[in-house]
């Protein structure tokens, strides 16, 4: 069986619960997993770490999901970073399989494994 190609992802979200659940779902699937509570240090991280994946929460105590999202764009070399934004503020069914603009994805919070698992290789291949 051939070596599964190697997945970097950034988890951001100030509930360190989420935060930690997701972590766990990840790391059992085999990728590389970074957290954070902050906007800020997501910013710092996602541009020395270079992620295949950001996992973000929409609403941070420091700055938006949004604001994340903007900056990262904004930047040639974090542009194309893909992003899951993780929200309480849409309900189950409203998410509407997930997809946002184009390589973006919204899923409501709370999520399963399996809903994170599937949006996760979605986004990897496809």
């Known amino acids: 069986m051939g070596k599964v190609p190697f997945k970097r992802i950034l988890v951001v979200d100030d509930e ?4 930690v659940y997701v972590a766990k779902i990840l790391r059992r699937e085999n990728y590389e997993v970074n957290t954070t509570a902050s906007g800020k240090e997501a910013l710092e991280i ?7 994946l950001l996992i973000l929460d929409i609403m ?3 700055m938006s ?15 194309e970073i893909p992003i899951i934004f993780l929200t309480g503020i849409i309900r189950k069914g409203e998410e509407s399989e997930g997809l946002k603009s184009g390589k ?11 809903e994170l698992s599937k949006v ?6 496809g």
Do not use: M
């Not at 973006?104 to 399996?114: F, M, N």
């Not at 996760?120 to 291949?125: A, D, I, L």
């Open 120 to 125: 996760v290789k979605q986004v990897f291949y």
């Open 46 to 52: 996602a541009k020395r770490l270079l992620p295949d």
């Open 104 to 114: 973006h994805y919204v899923l409501a919070k709370p999520i399963t494994s399996q």
């Open 60 to 62: 941070l105590p420091d």
């Open 16 to 19: 360190t619960d989420i935060l």
């Open 65 to 79: 999901g949004d604001e994340v999202a903007t900056a990262l764009t904004e930047d040639p070399a974090t542009a």
